[in-house]
């Protein structure tokens, strides 16, 4: 087939208009899985996440995180917790209520008991679902729960009181982890963060 100067100008437009469109596609992907920037502790290089399948507050079978949802903040206490528990989950509430529902349905707010012999499902749902509805609780068998401690470093130890086996609090790691969309943990927030940077990396997340 002859190509003559005028055919050959056209497939070179059509040429850079493809390769344009390309660019702007990948630019565009590129955009939408951008690294976040976290106020929060950044983990260079990110680590990947352990995964595990719990029992959730409707007792359904649930894993930490789901590689469909853009991020998750996973946080580690008990329902007995008089103090960095409830300020923790207060917070991530007060921020995660301040988004859109589109951004909103883009995280998960995942809180795993390190007290699974007082901690049932029910009482898990009763207690995440006073800082939002949308909140997670996870429990499960000892057993299952203790490699994902190990996984995640979490300390817990049991501090006993004086009225009974019953009547005792949780000492606990407090840190709030940032798993992306790859299962990769990007950051660490800290149950006592300003609920500014709460809402900042909330936003920054989604």
């Known amino acids: 087939m002859r190509v003559t100067p005028l055919r050959a100008f056209t497939i070179g437009i059509a040429a850079g208009l493809l390769i344009l469109g390309v660019a702007v596609f990948v ?9 976040p920037v976290y106020a929060g502790t950044p983990v ?3 680590k990947f996440a352990a995964d595990a399948v719990l029992t959730d507050e409707n007792g359904h079978a649930a894993h930490l995180f789901e590689p469909d949802v853009p991020v998750t903040f996973l946080f580690f206490g008990y329902t007995h917790c008089p103090d960095e528990c409830p300020l923790a989950l207060s917070s991530l509430g007060r921020a995660y ?5 589109a951004e909103r349905a883009k995280m998960r707010i995942v809180f795993v008991t390190v007290d699974p012999e007082r901690d049932s499902t029910a009482a898990l749902k009763r207690y995440v ?9 996870l429990t499960g068998a000892l057993s299952k729960l203790e490699p994902v401690y190990s996984a ?4 817990r130890e049991a501090v006993p009181f ?3 086996p019953d009547d005792y609090s949780m000492a606990h790691s407090t ?3 940032y798993i992306d969309y790859r299962g990769q943990i990007r950051a660490l927030g800290n149950w006592d963060d300003d609920l500014q940077l709460v809402v900042h990396d909330l936003k920054e997340s989604s």
């Not at 679902?129 to 609780?137: A, E, Q, R």
């Open 97 to 101: 209520r301040t988004l859109p529902p």
């Open 152 to 155: 995640y470093r979490v300390w």
């Open 175 to 177: 840190a709030v982890y």
């Open 27 to 35: 630019g565009a992907r590129a955009d939408f899985h951008r690294d």
């Open 162 to 164: 004086k009225h009974g």
């Open 44 to 46: 260079t290089p990110p």
């Open 129 to 137: 679902h006073i800082f939002d509805p949308h909140f997670i609780g």
